[in-house]
């Protein structure tokens, strides 16, 4: 890779920080966008920011938690995914090319194709989400930190990982937030840890459990589903873990999530980022 | 743990190799039992082998291809499974308990619950399996080759890994076989290793390609499904996979096998060994 093209990803890295959820560090106009509780309006409030981002191609815009407006575009808050066991090359070089297209925040895909994806997304701007420990999430917890360090190594810079959900429910709160540590200090600082609880298998007690174990281990964002569970995400269950973590973590929707109007439920609810198979569609709809 | 307890897990480790249909090795009669043409008929035409096996509790048999009869007792071919995300500690113990009780072939579970279960089964002859990449199969393939070794220092004596099914369909067989090769050698010489096509992805074509490079990388077992894909095994799939692999290869029917007359379709089409969540319920059928 040229010296430019480091630098170029450098400051798509740092810029794209700025805007998610669960950054802490300044904008260009000294304000903090993990903080900001006025959504949607970075134009107007953080213009030089806005501006730079929009310049860069790494146009994110974070939706803070209780906010009544919803983006006008979703776009920028969609990581458009294919995480299906069978999916071939061609849908994954595909999946790039809508990516690209339509500007999605990331894509999300099964770590065997994250150097694919991050060798054709170079320079764009959008980033490479991968999943470890996915979807069971009961693999031995240095499996997990390997399968990270792996990921990132591939060109991942996104992890959305599984939680072991049976230790959660065997009470095991130590064990569980202990392996969320481990994925996120295998990923490092440039990298955001997103921590899936799978809600369709937890009660209200083990998804507020979870939220903490999450924050406590400082990862970045909660996340509602796999999309391989028995059920999505839920409005209740977003607002549950949105009221759980406060407003610095990130909050990600995701399985079953179909429509425009489902993704700004969502948003409505608390979420910051929404996951979605149907994400073409839902932008069509615009 | 005492040489004494070293001793009677080699020993027993010999002993459940003999039995299984991937091993080459001559048993105590000086015949193969993978190459036997009768089975079933061991405590005649093996006694000493038979009397040894059933001594030390490892008393397992396979069913050779296309074999009319069906083992009277079907508990020595069966791996006692629970491999749902949100098992409980709770639920393995007890899945373990019933192992023993009704003396199946191994339990079945996923990595996180291995050293648990190796240690609750210690000196009793049934087997600890383990899943690896399970269920996609879609991770880098040194992610796979580490969870392999990290479950056998754990404990397990049985890997059933997943093929990277969305490889084999882009038709990239030499990596889907490199993969395959890469966690048995990981697995070691003293570990079995069966290769999950999940088989509901796949057409014909491609169940013949995995199941060859499953033979090519020097697997023991192939294996039908993960059951958590579209659907399990069918007759029709263990008879290809049988076909395709030959007499020397284990063939393991997963996957929607809840009663013994099920169970006994698939050892006739071919299957050596039975994976099944209901398998209590198989055997009290009997």
């Known amino acids: 890779m040229s010296d430019d093209g480091s630098i170029d990803r450098i400051v798509e890295k740092v810029l794209a920080r700025l805007g998610r959820s669960g950054g802490e560090a300044p904008n260009l106009d000294g304000r903090s966008c993990a903080s900001c509780a006025v959504p949607g309006q970075c134009a107007s409030l953080c213009p030089e920011t ?32 294919i995480l299906r066991a069978d999916a071939t090359r061609a849908e994954i070089e595909t999946l790039v090319d809508e990516a690209k297209r339509f500007r999605f925040a990331s894509v999300c895909v099964n770590p065997c194709w994250a150097r694919l994806c991050r060798d054709a997304l170079d320079g764009t701007g959008i980033l490479v989400c991968t999943v470890v420990g996915f979807p069971l999430g009961a693999n031995a917890p240095l499996t997990k930190a390997f399968e990270t360090r792996r990921a990132c190594f591939d060109g991942a810079e996104e992890i959305d990982m599984v939680i072991n959900v049976g230790a959660l429910k065997s009470r095991e709160d130590a064990f569980v937030e202990k392996e ?8 490092g600082a440039g990298v955001t840890v997103k921590v899936i609880l799978e809600t369709a298998y937890l009660d209200n007690d083990e998804k507020v459990r979870a939220c903490r174990a999450a924050l406590r281990a400082r990862a970045a964002f909660v996340k509602t589903s796999t999309g391989f569970g028995p059920s999505g995400a839920t409005v209740e269950d977003v607002r549950l873990m949105r009221e759980t973590v406060g407003p610095r973590m990130g909050v990600k929707a995701a399985g079953g999530i179909r429509s425009r109007s489902d993704a700004e439920e969502m948003i409505r ?18």
Request: zero cysteines; aromatic letters at 0%; proline letters at 5%.
């Open 180 to 187: 969320i540590r481990g994925v996120v200090e295998s990923a």
């Open 269 to 286: 609810a608390g979420a910051s980022r929404i996951g979605a198979s149907a994400s073409v569609a839902i932008v069509k709809e615009e």
């Open 50 to 81: 806005t501006a730079r981002i929009v310049r860069e191609g790494a146009n994110r815009v974070s939706s803070a938690p209780g906010a009544g407006s919803v983006p006008k575009n979703l776009a920028p808050l969609i990581d458009h995914t």
